[in-house]
């Protein structure tokens, strides 16, 4: 049996410059690569028509992230972010030793803050808090000892 290995979290985005600087400028992620996709093979493996696809690598912590940005056949824009319990792929995690300092550089990056979100647990001397990318994709943020 082969070993299985993750190599990357691929997330779709509507604005490839706008989710470079929150991801780079808000969480601090570094960019490793970046290459062009068109046409075939990629069609196939996508089950998209016409796609000219930029992918972008982007790595922070030893995770790495792969921004997707379709000029075509462009993105499915959801207006509002995705239930916690739908299923798939619900949300990224980071810890954090400030998140009170984090939480403006994040807004100033694109970030929405779901304020009514946010909690403290005193026994764990811990807080979190979702906020989305600017493409509606929720990120929690742990600050905890």
């Known amino acids: 049996m082969s070993e299985l290995r993750l190599t990357h979290i691929g997330i779709c985005v509507a604005d490839a410059e706008r989710s470079l600087r929150f991801y780079c400028e808000g969480l ?33 912590d030893g995770v790495t992230i792969e921004l997707l940005y379709y000029q075509t056949p462009g993105c499915q824009a959801s207006p509002v972010p995705r239930a916690m319990n739908a299923v798939g792929l619900t949300h990224l995690s980071l810890q954090v030793d400030d998140l009170d300092a984090l939480l403006p550089r994040l807004e100033e990056a694109g970030a929405q803050i779901l304020r ?30």
Do not use: C
Not at 116 to 139: C, K, L, S, Y
């Open 28 to 60: 601090g992620f570094q960019l490793a690569t970046e290459l062009r996709v068109q046409g075939e093979p990629s069609e196939t493996l996508l089950q998209l028509k016409d796609v000219d696809l930029r992918a972008i690598y982007l790595v922070r």
């Open 116 to 145: 009514h979100t946010r909690i403290e647990v005193p026994e764990a001397r811990a807080q979190a808090i979702f906020v989305t990318d600017p493409d509606g994709t929720r990120i929690e943020i742990v600050q905890r000892p």
